[in-house]
């Protein structure tokens, strides 16, 4: 195999497809990987191999075929070429059941758990132990146990319909930490964790690797691949452009360089600008989760017209109420007024009305409908009004026309408006979602985890997006996990801990790590930090 040029023209590291005798002595070795769908080659005569006792980081944009390569080692895909080889002997799984029996577990960025069961029930699901009697309470505290050493606690009673999205993928990791996995895959596993939850984390995945473990580890945050792998490998429209390359001297415009094939921004143009009136208030706002406690506990704050408020915490401390009570989705007792009118406890069409758009954390399962057209998704908030609307009927034409016009003008890549949204990359979906909600000229912008699980290239487009609303007058209420993106694009920084807000406090002057520990609970010099309410 002729070696594949990774960068400045070094060669890099021989894949499994060479004579290397040490082949047999790979964790995992897949030669000549190709896998195609209707219309697309996902994957094209890929090379991948994995080492005993290493982090192997696996690099792409949105659609670059990561998840296919890993989905075919995990049992999901078939590949439709190729060979794969599990410490030297011939693999081929045909489920996922397989993969596991061969000590190969992967933690999805899209989940595979079953919502109407518990946590407890969930990691056991697939099992055969135990086999007569569940002694649920038993397994639930061995689960939590080991939630506990590798730092992704959640409550092994709860029901995963109940829990936040960072809490449903700490329940992911378990169920394969449980399984005993000796070569762990994870898709992007540290989205929604704190730095100090994600430093634990990574403690965890050297244990593993240290005694022989393996870990392919996909993510998007590059920072975080320099601080965790051994080696590096990149794909680009389905091949392979580096080849487990070392990660030891590389840097994050490298890095995006092999990504999407361009020199790729890294500082955020971010103009000042001066806030106007105030556009949200709220006052004393509670609220319940979906298992009826307490959610939110008194939150007040103000975000002005022409600022970013990011809102930064651990998921699962009351982030998703905060958002759904702004946007009509959930109840709530408190004041919260748009623009000077009240819409606590009113339907969603009361905060729409107001100037209110929002941009939900599930964009598959609430920011949009998956099954039906990008022209139907596109004209959801607009299809009342003219041109779209005609009386009682709707102008399917004039739909269409608005719905080619978004795509084009947000860069959202379809082979027509008639595909269905199911189809879109995470980038593109996002787009789709974003060119919706800013065609309604928005005043106040709500934005949850708008870059979870997206490319270097998806990130700046979505911060850009964000930073022209700022720039045009509207108010902008980022809620993120990610502390870095929350530092970069937003004006003042909150911190919600159990439903609360601990402080707020002018981006330009937070410090990561005091942030850090205020979102898992820590208090700063015994106290709260000076909490404040806006």
């Known amino acids: 195999m002729t070696p594949v040029v990774a960068s400045e023209g070094e060669p890099s590291t021989p894949g499994p497809g060479t004579s290397d005798p040490a082949l047999a002595t790979l964790a995992v070795a897949m030669t000549g990987i190709v896998k195609r769908f209707p219309g697309l080659v996902a994957n094209d005569q890929v090379d991948f191999d994995l080492r005993p006792g290493e982090v192997?980081?696996?690099?792409?944009?949105?659609?670059?075929?990561?998840?296919?390569?890993?989905?075919?080692?995990?049992?999901?895909?078939?590949?439709?070429?190729?060979?794969?080889?599990?410490?030297?002997?011939?693999?081929?799984?045909?489920?996922?059941?397989d993969a596991i029996a061969a000590g190969i577990g992967m933690i999805h960025q899209h989940f595979t758990l079953v919502p109407s069961l518990t946590v407890t029930e969930n990691v056991l699901l697939g099992l055969d132990e135990p086999r007569f009697r569940l002694r649920l309470q038993e397994y639930g505290e061995r689960i939590a146990a080991l939630g506990e050493r590798a730092g992704l606690r959640v409550?092994?009673?709860?029901?995963?319909?109940?829990?936040?999205?960072?809490?449903?993928?700490?329940?992911?990791?378990?169920?394969?930490?449980?399984?005993?996995?000796?070569?762990?895959v994870m898709d992007e596993p540290t989205a929604v964790l704190a730095p100090q939850e994600t430093q634990e984390l990574f403690r965890t995945l050297r244990t593993m690797t240290a005694s022989g473990g393996s870990i392919v580890f996909i993510s998007h945050k590059l920072d975080e691949v320099l601080a965790i792998a051994d080696r590096i490998t990149v794909l680009r429209k389905g091949r392979v452009t580096a080849a487990g390359i070392p990660a030891a001297g590389r840097t994050r415009p490298e890095l995006a360089r092999l990504m999407v094939g361009r020199d790729v921004l890294e500082t955020i143009d971010k103009p000042p600008v001066t806030p106007g009136a105030v556009v949200l208030e709220m006052r004393d706002v509670r609220a319940r989760n979906d298992r009826e406690l307490p959610a939110l506990h008194g939150v007040s704050l103000e975000v002005r017209g022409g600022e970013i408020l990011g809102i930064a915490g651990v998921a699962g401390n009351g982030q998703t109420e905060l958002a759904e009570v702004i946007t009509g989705l959930r109840h709530c007792t408190g004041s919260i007024r748009v623009n000077g009118t009240e819409v606590a406890g009113r339907p969603p069409r009361a905060s729409i009305a107001q100037g209110v758009a929002h941009v939900p954390e599930d964009r598959h399962g609430t920011g949009s409908a998956p099954n039906l057209s990008l022209t139907d998704n596109l004209v959801m908030k607009s299809y009342r009004s003219e041109p779209i609307a005609r009386g009682w009927l709707l102008d399917r034409l004039a739909a269409r026309r608005q719905a080619r016009d978004l795509t084009t003008a947000y860069e959202v890549s379809a082979p027509s408006v008639d595909t269905e949204a199911r189809l879109l990359s995470g980038g593109n979906l996002q787009r789709l979602i974003f060119a919706r909600e800013i065609a309604t000229g928005p005043s106040l912008m709500v934005a949850v985890q708008?870059?979870?699980?997206?490319?270097?290239?998806?990130?700046?487009?979505?911060?850009?997006?964000?930073?022209?609303?700022?720039?045009?007058?509207?108010?902008?209420?980022?809620?993120?996990?990610?502390?870095?993106?929350?530092?970069?694009?937003?004006?003042?920084?909150?911190?919600?801990?159990?439903g609360r807000i601990r402080g707020i406090t002018d981006s330009a002057a937070a410090d990561i790590e005091t942030l850090g520990l205020l979102m898992t609970g820590d208090a700063i010099d015994g106290s709260d930090a000076g909490a404040a309410d806006a």
């Open 56 to 97: 192997h980081a696996l690099l792409g944009e949105n659609g670059a075929g990561k998840s296919t390569l890993m989905n075919i080692l995990a049992g999901i895909y078939r590949p439709d070429a190729g060979e794969i080889r599990v410490h030297g002997q011939p693999f081929e799984a045909t489920s996922p059941r």
């Open 155 to 184: 409550d092994p009673e709860a029901r995963v319909w109940q829990l936040s999205v960072g809490e449903q993928q700490r329940v992911e990791i378990l169920k394969m930490l449980y399984r005993g996995a000796r070569i762990l």
């Open 450 to 498: 708008p870059s979870r699980g997206l490319d270097v290239g998806a990130v700046a487009t979505v911060h850009r997006l964000l930073l022209e609303r700022r720039t045009a007058g509207a108010a902008v209420l980022l809620i993120s996990e990610d502390l870095d993106e929350i530092l970069a694009i937003s004006d003042r920084v909150a911190v919600i801990y159990e």
